[in-house]
T-cell receptor, first 115, second 111 residues
């Protein structure tokens, strides 16, 4: 009954490969996010989707492409992987605000290692 | 440009004592602040929040203090327990837009 689940937990791949990380939330939330935590532990937003529509797209290489087939899923596709893409990627979700800023609910992360 | 900073990467405290974790921010438009707690191999979980109209919010053993003039907030844990050992992230938002996170402080509570 995990609220925000992402797979795989670990991903080791070689430079130049294309990989995907999947995320699903069963909380009924409207908004989903991808965050990247780099080696300096800096947790930075990459994308945000609200009801399958892209609302935040930070300065991320276009090798990264999010896809939201429905509001419960937000997958991250990464093409032509580079060494610098090695990081922990967190999926998160939040409900509609309704005047109150709701906190984010995070998945357990996917540790991507590019060799 | 890091708008939220946690300058202490680690902190050790004896069980039963107070833990004080600090966070500074640079953007004066930030009006909502949160603390998250993260255990190894898990995602961050929401702990406590405060809006800029308040200077203090308390929830059990956890209290967050906000000093807007100094652009500083702190999380107090009293009394500290071994189960509180985790990484604590501070986050801030302006007008309900995206959250900016600090780099975290690793708290160790020594039994």
């Amino acid at each position: 009954d995990t609220a925000v689940s992402q797979t795989p937990k670990y991903l080791v791949t070689q430079m130049g490969n294309d990989k995907s990380i999947k995320c699903e939330q069963n909380l009924g939330h409207d908004t989903m996010y991808w965050y990247k935590q780099d080696s300096k532990k800096f947790l930075k937003i990459m994308f945000s989707y609200n009801n399958k529509e892209l609302i935040i797209n930070e300065t991320v290489p276009n090798r990264f492409s999010p896809k939201s087939p429905d509001k419960a899923h937000l997958n991250l596709h990464i093409n032509s992987l580079e060494l610098g893409d090695s990081a922990v990627y967190f999926c998160a979700s939040s409900p509609a605000g309704g005047g109150v800023i709701p906190p984010l609910h995070f998945g357990n992360g996917t540790r991507l290692t590019v060799t | 440009d890091q708008q939220v900073k946690q300058n202490s990467p680690s902190l050790s405290v004896q069980e039963g004592r107070i833990s004080i974790l600090n966070c500074d921010y640079t953007n004066s438009m930030f009006d909502y602040f949160l603390w998250y707690k993260k255990y190894p191999a898990e995602g961050p979980t929401f702990l406590i929040s405060i809006s800029s109209i308040k200077d203090k919010n308390e929830d059990g053993r956890f209290t967050v203090f906000l000093n807007k003039s100094a652009k500083h907030l702190s999380l107090h844990i009293v009394p500290s327990q071994p189960g509180d050992s985790a990484v604590y992230f501070c986050a801030a938002s302006a007008l309900g837009n995206q959250f900016y996170f600090g780099t975290g402080t690793s708290l160790t509570v020594i039994p």
